[in-house]
């Protein structure tokens, strides 16, 4: 079945310290994909997303994630963690061969130790 | 600033009695989304409305209906509300991209 899946329910990192959280896909094709944020108690904001070409994609509040074929993965990465990107991360793909609906990662929590 | 805006944020309502969450954006986008999310877990999709087609989820419960009188606004419709209904529900558009932008959700407290 076409998916995304995120390993790792839950994360911990030192402020400061490189971020990378991950994502692997199972489609067919060369598949569009997204990273979403979310804070407690907040809707989801877009952090970047890849439809084709390069396969770094740089997003906002100093987010990339890379494409990687061969992995099947589109893991985002941040060179240094702040306090405030402590949130919910979910990683999305098509659903079903639609191009209107999306399926989203379990989610990640990110925790970010002072 | 163009947005997707949802009201109210929390809701409180009683066992049984109906309640309607409401969704706006000036966005003028022509697909717009009702997702469920419940603590903990991604954002479950409930039915989406393509211009003024409706689709419904297959497993979504009957409790729940949708209106879209106009581009601009969506509504959900809780008929009976259980306390299993309780969560986060969020609104999101789409245009001719593919990614969605999301409303804050409204927090659904059922007592």
């Known amino acids: 079945a076409q998916s995304v899946t995120q390993p790792d329910i839950h994360i911990t990192v030192s402020e400061g310290a490189s971020l990378e959280l991950r994502c692997n896909y199972s489609y067919g094709a060369t598949p569009y994909l997204f990273w979403y944020v979310q804070s407690p108690g907040q809707g989801l904001q877009l952090l970047l997303k890849y439809f084709s070409g390069d396969t770094l994609v740089q997003g906002i509040k100093g987010f990339e994630a890379e494409f990687k074929r061969s992995q099947s993965s589109f893991n985002l990465r941040k060179p240094s963690v702040h306090w405030s990107d402590a949130a919910e991360y979910f990683c999305a793909g098509p659903s079903g061969g639609s191009n209107y609906k999306l399926t989203f990662g379990k989610g990640t929590l990110l925790t970010v130790n002072p | 600033d163009a947005m997707v805006i949802q009201n109210p944020r929390y809701q409180v309502t009683q066992f049984g009695k109906p309640v309607t969450l409401s969704c706006s954006q000036t966005?003028?986008?022509?697909?717009m989304y009702w997702y469920q999310q419940k603590s903990s877990q991604a954002p479950k999709l409930l039915f989406h409305y393509y211009d003024k087609d409706f689709n419904n989820e297959a497993d979504t419960p009957d409790n729940f209906q949708s209106r879209r009188p106009n581009t601009s606004f969506c509504f959900l419709d809780i008929r009976s509300p259980g306390l299993g209904d309780a969560a986060m529900y969020l609104c999101?558009?789409?245009?001719?991209?593919?990614?969605?932008?999301f409303g804050p959700g409204t927090r659904l407290t059922v007592t």
């Open positions: 966005l003028n986008h022509n697909v």
């Open positions: 999101a558009t789409r245009d001719r991209g593919y990614e969605q932008y």
